[in-house]
């Protein structure tokens, strides 16, 4: 089974701060993408990478930054916490898209709460 | 038009029934499919994927319409472990992003 674990379930921090979240998948996935989930609002895809070192925004990068030193980290960085980044995080990964797509793996999610 | 586009519901039905959603999507490009399952304060899990007219898996059977851009879930005999939400998911664009519906909820009552 594909197993996405994402570093917390629950995080608080203050306003300002620089927030690190971690994910990491042991598949040997390609593709790995950071999502944050807002009610009413549904998933929201803030960045995306389909390789090492490179990245695309999704629909909504502003405020953030993402890293993918190595194949199977894909870290999402919030470089000034503001309180509308509270919401929870999700963490995917996939085999490579085109042709077909593929299905996403999930992480847990974090749970973020800007104070 | 949203590219993906789900009624939220929720879908309130009893133990045993048969229920369907519809999913309708706008990339006529868009060559596989699928349904996630969401429990409350979960991930989103993978339920089916839809590659051609349609996938059955057990009580569930999903199909595909494309020529009116549309796929549905049906679940029949349902179980009061059945209440979620269910997410549909379709690859869009040049590169299959996936693009995400905001789901239905299905309550099953007993």
């Known amino acids: 089974d594909v197993k996405v674990t994402q570093s917390s379930r629950y995080l608080v921090k203050r306003t300002g701060e620089k927030v690190f979240l971690e994910c990491v998948q042991d598949m040997d996935h390609e593709n790995m993408f950071w999502y944050r989930q807002d009610p009413g609002l549904g998933l929201r895809l803030i960045y995306f990478?389909?390789?090492?070192?490179?990245?695309e925004k999704g629909d909504i990068p502003e405020g953030y930054s993402v890293s993918r030193e190595k194949k199977e980290r894909f870290s999402l960085i919030l470089e000034s916490a503001s309180t509308n980044q509270t919401s929870m995080y999700l963490c995917?990964?996939?085999?490579?898209?085109?042709?077909?797509?593929?299905?996403?793996?999930f992480g847990d999610g974090t749970r973020l709460s800007i104070l | 038009r949203k590219e993906v586009e789900q009624d939220p519901g929720p879908f309130n039905v009893p133990e045993g029934a048969t229920v369907a959603f519809n999913c309708t999507y706008s990339?006529?490009?868009?060559?596989?499919f699928f349904w996630y399952r969401q429990d409350c304060r979960k991930e989103p899990k993978l339920l089916m994927s839809v590659y051609s007219s349609g996938n059955e898996d057990g009580r569930f059977t999903a199909q595909l319409n494309r020529a009116s851009q549309y796929i549905s879930l049906l679940i029949r005999d349902s179980k009061l472990s059945d209440s979620a939400t269910y997410l549909c998911?379709?690859?869009?664009?040049?590169?299959?992003?996936?693009?995400f519906g905001r789901g239905t909820s299905l309550i099953v009552h007993p």
């Open positions: 998911v379709v690859p869009s664009g040049g590169s299959y992003i996936p693009t």
């Open positions: 995917a990964s996939s085999r490579p898209l085109g042709g077909f797509g593929q299905p996403q793996h």
């Open positions: 990478s389909y390789d090492v070192k490179m990245k």
């Open positions: 990339n006529s490009a868009s060559q596989s």
